[in-house]
């Protein structure tokens, strides 16, 4: 064998090889391709009842919601009102029970004082000669302690 028979002796194997690798490249890659072709279909059936399932919770939060954003005018509604109701009743029963409460205690006031300016039945009253009271102290308890 000469030497140019040898060279395309070898030139035909590496062909070979090359052509048998690129054919299990092939292979394998047409085998992922069905695998993943299968998953995507796969996913896309259950995919679509999720998504259904995610609209029909889409639409009872938006009912529900709409209900919470109508209990909540009527609860701001009811708070005025009874803001209002308050302010009537305070306006139209607050002026006078303070008059009452206020003559109620100028009463007691006046019935106390009555009762301790006159003398008991059985005290007695002594009176020494020459001999004068300690003056009324000034300041409360506030002034007291600020002097120590």
Not at 24 to 37: F, M, P, S
Not at 71 to 86: C, F, G, M, R
Not at 131 to 140: C, D, H, K, M, V
């Amino acid at each position: 064998m000469s030497g140019g028979e040898v060279a395309g002796i070898l030139v035909a194997v590496f062909w070979a090889i090359l052509v048998s690798f690129l054919a299990l490249v092939l292979a394998r890659l047409a085998g992922t391709l069905k695998a993943t072709t299968k998953m995507v279909a796969e996913v896309s059936d259950q995919a679509v009842p999720l998504l259904a399932d995610a609209s029909a919770t889409v639409r009872s939060a938006h009912t529900q919601l709409a209900r919470v954003d109508a209990i909540a005018a009527d609860v701001q509604e009811v708070t005025a009102n009874a803001s209002a109701l308050s302010s009537t009743v305070s306006s139209a029963f607050g002026g006078p029970l303070v008059k009452v409460a206020a003559f109620g205690y100028g009463v007691r006031r006046a019935i106390g004082k009555k009762s301790a300016e006159a003398p008991a039945a059985g005290a007695k009253r002594t009176v020494v000669v020459g001999r004068t009271l300690p003056g009324a102290r000034r300041g409360g308890r506030r002034n007291r302690r600020s002097k120590d």
